[in-house]
């Protein structure tokens, strides 16, 4: 808190910070604070500032606590497993997008703040504080943990954007809680506005204190077209956004409300056995000096400045399987495997692999003795350029490590962002074809 009063700036997973243009001068890496946790304390969903999305996505606790929508709106924030394993929580709230689908769904789980401050502990809810987070911060205020009060009955989210995979040209996030037969909550956000998500509170009121009609979440859809400051850019009009709007939030409420009324509860997919995850090992303040880290079996020792990303020291010992591709962990290629779990090495300080083990694709196997997927991929004709081949067979193996008996959809999932240049089905059949053979 002392350094952060001092304007150190707080960093998490980095992906929103070490991607932007943004110079900051200072880094305090909280990777070693311990607070990655996900945990249910009084029926409330209590999760650690530094929680990544896909560790949502992967938590049985926050289906049930959520109504499913944290976990959907994780990975819509990020089409790339990859990227969602090192954002932050947080990170999203403090440094997101005007679009962010997951501060959206904090804003309509009534998601409280918990900020450690060197005045005094604040607790702020996500109604205050995702408009305007440095007025919590301001000081020296590092985001502790996020909490969410009790579980919707209901929840959906809408989302409309150019593809899957590109952010949302707006969206809708509700959810909804009956007393008896009559809804006694409604939280309404969407994004898409001239400023960050926003919920539409007369549109909320609205529909409170009824049954939930068609004829009322009509009403209450051209509310949110009324009220809403929507944006107007180069990807779509104010106006565009607005007739969007409507037919989203009609969705959205429809959805939210039946579920609700069903009580219908959360599905929770097949979930990836836990990974072992250590943090960094602690460092004093770091300039420059000497990491030692496990590379491909064998030790390694290089020196680094604080600033210097796990790509650039590797391709400056000579391993070069890890590519420099956007520098914005934008397509994957630079892919490696920290203690097992795929990350983007462009975005990833050096000194967060102190003591840790990295695999790249050097690692896995020889032109003389191939590992398997090497060799079904080379088979299946997967190479497709190249570039790419590094990571997705890397991340293939995370995959299987975790998951022997992979299904289409799950392969699919875990390949999604590690390719720019083409399509992934003869990737996803190497990968599937691979775990026949483990199999046998």
Same mark, same amino acid.
């Given at each position: 808190?002392?350094?952060?009063?001092?304007?150190?700036?707080?960093?998490?997973?980095?992906?929103?910070?070490?991607?932007?243009?943004?110079?900051?001068?200072? @880094?305090?890496?909280?990777?070693?604070?311990?607070?990655?946790?996900?945990?249910?304390?009084?029926?409330?969903?209590?999760?650690?500032?530094?929680?990544?999305?896909?560790?949502?996505?992967?938590?049985?606790?926050?289906?049930?606590?959520?109504?499913?929508?944290?976990?959907?709106?994780?990975?819509?924030?990020?089409?790339?497993?990859?990227?969602?394993?090192?954002?932050?929580?947080?990170?999203?709230?403090?440094?997101?997008?005007? =679009?962010?689908?997951?501060?959206?769904?904090?804003?309509?789980?009534?998601?409280?703040?918990?900020?450690?401050? +060197?005045?005094?502990?604040?607790?702020?809810?996500?109604?205050?504080?995702?408009?305007?987070?440095?007025? =919590? @911060?301001?000081?020296?205020?590092?985001?502790?943990?996020?909490?969410?009060?009790?579980?919707?009955?209901?929840?959906?989210?809408? #989302?409309?954007?150019?593809?899957?995979?590109?952010? +949302?040209?707006?969206?809708?996030?509700?959810?909804?809680?009956?007393?008896?037969?009559?809804?006694? $909550?409604?939280?309404? &956000?969407?994004?898409?506005?001239?400023?960050?998500?926003?919920?539409?509170?007369? %549109?909320?009121?609205?529909?409170? #204190?009824?049954?939930?009609?068609?004829?009322?979440?009509?009403?209450?859809?051209?509310?949110?077209?009324?009220?809403? #400051?929507?944006?107007?850019?180069?990807?779509?009009?104010? =106006?565009?956004?607005?007739?969007?709007?409507?037919?989203?939030?009609?969705?959205?409420? $429809?959805?939210?409300?039946?579920?609700?009324?069903?009580?219908? +509860?959360?599905?929770?997919?097949?979930?990836?056995?836990?990974?072992?995850?250590?943090?960094?090992?602690?460092?004093?303040?770091?300039?420059?000096?000497?990491?030692?880290?496990?590379?491909?079996?064998?030790?390694?020792?290089?020196?680094?400045?604080?600033?210097?990303?796990?790509?650039?020291?590797?391709?400056?010992?000579?391993?070069?399987?890890?590519?420099?591709?956007?520098?914005?962990?934008?397509?994957? %290629?630079?892919?490696?495997l920290l203690d097992g779990r795929p990350v983007a090495s462009?975005?990833?300080?050096?000194? $967060?692999?102190?003591?840790?083990?990295?695999?790249?694709?050097?690692?896995?196997?020889?032109?003389?003795?191939?590992?398997?997927?090497?060799?079904?991929?080379?088979?299946?004709? &997967?190479?497709?350029?190249?570039?790419?081949?590094?990571?997705?067979? @890397?991340?293939?193996?995370?995959?299987?490590?975790?998951?022997?008996?992979?299904?289409?959809?799950?392969?699919?999932?875990?390949?999604?962002?590690?390719?720019?240049?083409?399509?992934?089905?003869?990737?996803?059949? &190497?990968?599937?074809?691979?775990?026949?053979?483990?199999?046998?």
């Open positions: 808190m002392e350094l952060a009063a001092q304007g150190v700036v707080p960093l998490g997973g980095g992906t929103r910070l070490l991607a932007s243009a943004r110079e900051v001068p200072n @880094l305090l890496d909280l990777v070693g604070l311990g607070l990655s946790t996900v945990q249910v304390e009084d029926e409330d969903l209590v999760i650690g500032a530094t929680t990544t999305l896909q560790d949502l996505v992967e938590s049985p606790l926050v289906y049930p606590a959520t109504a499913g929508l944290l976990p959907l709106a994780c990975r819509t924030a990020a089409a790339s497993r990859t990227i969602r394993g090192m954002a932050t929580l947080a990170g999203e709230a403090v440094q997101g997008d005007p =679009d962010g689908e997951v501060a959206a769904a904090l804003l309509v789980l009534n998601a409280v703040f918990v900020v450690a401050h +060197p005045q005094e502990p604040r607790e702020s809810p996500a109604l205050r504080f995702l408009r305007d987070p440095s007025a =919590d @911060l301001e000081g020296g205020g590092v985001v502790q943990t996020v909490m969410i009060p009790g579980a919707p009955h209901g929840a959906a989210l809408e #989302r409309a954007a150019a593809l899957p995979s590109l952010p +949302p040209l707006m969206s809708v996030a509700v959810t909804t809680t009956f007393s008896g037969e009559r809804l006694s $909550r409604v939280r309404l &956000a969407v994004t898409g506005l001239e400023g960050r998500p926003a919920r539409i509170i007369e %549109a909320e009121a609205h529909v409170e #204190r009824t049954a939930g009609d068609d004829e009322v979440l009509r009403e209450a859809a051209e509310c949110v077209a009324r009220e809403g #400051r929507f944006r107007e850019d180069a990807r779509a009009s104010a =106006d565009q956004r607005r007739k969007l709007a409507t037919v989203l939030t009609l969705r959205a409420l $429809r959805s939210a409300v039946e579920r609700g009324k069903r009580r219908e +509860p959360a599905q929770v997919p097949r979930l990836r056995s836990p990974t072992s995850r250590r943090a960094a090992a602690p460092l004093p303040y770091f300039t420059s000096g000497r990491l030692e880290l496990k590379v491909n079996g064998r030790k390694l020792r290089a020196e680094a400045e604080a600033r210097t990303t796990l790509l650039d020291l590797l391709r400056g010992t000579g391993i070069f399987g890890a590519k420099s591709g956007c520098g914005a962990g934008r397509c994957g %290629a630079c892919t490696v462009c975005m990833t300080l050096a000194v $967060r692999a102190q003591g840790q083990t990295v695999l790249t694709i050097e690692g896995l196997g020889t032109s003389e003795r191939p590992h398997l997927l090497q060799k079904v991929f080379a088979d299946a004709g &997967a190479v497709q350029c190249g570039f790419c081949t590094p990571a997705l067979v @890397l991340g293939a193996r995370a995959l299987l490590d975790a998951v022997p008996d992979p299904t289409e959809e799950e392969v699919r999932e875990a390949l999604t962002g590690l390719c720019r240049c083409t399509g992934y089905a003869k990737p996803t059949a &190497a990968v599937i074809e691979a775990a026949s053979r483990r199999g046998r």
